[in-house]
């Protein structure tokens, strides 16, 4: 099975950046996606991000459009999200999730084998 560690969380002003990193461990033979998802105070889990691990492609939930940026690096199996411009409203803790199969909806956490603990970012005003 493969396992997935995330890093990078802090507590930043708006405006500022932070840089999440998700390394996958155990088997990841048939790693195909990697996504973010976030989840702040009694809020529901979303879906921030998700990259392809067959082509680099990407997908991106429309609050963080344009300000956030998902990579990977498949040799490493390893995943990055590049948060710039943070607002407030992105104060979560944020998961990293694999997925072992192509996700027919990529938002769906019901399409990913495994979830991090979470690293938490904080965003003040």
């Known amino acids: 099975q493969v396992q997935v560690v995330e890093s990078g969380g802090g507590s930043v002003q708006a405006g500022g950046s932070l840089r999440l990193s998700c390394v996958a461990s155990g088997y990841t033979y048939n790693l195909r996606a990697m996504a973010w998802f976030r989840q702040g105070p009694g809020k529901e889990r979303e879906a921030v991000a998700c990259v392809y691990f067959g082509d680099g492609g990407t997908e991106y939930a429309d609050s963080v459009q344009g300000r956030f940026t998902i990579s990977r690096n498949n040799a490493k199996n390893e995943a990055y999200l590049q948060l710039n411009n943070l607002k407030p409203e992105d104060t979560a803790m944020y998961y990293c999730?694999?997925?072992?199969?192509?996700?027919?909806?990529?938002?769906?956490?019901?399409?990913?084998?495994?979830w991090g603990q979470g690293t938490q970012v904080t965003v003040s005003s």
């Open positions: 999730a694999a997925a072992e199969r192509w996700p027919g909806y990529w938002y769906n956490a019901l399409y990913y084998n495994t």
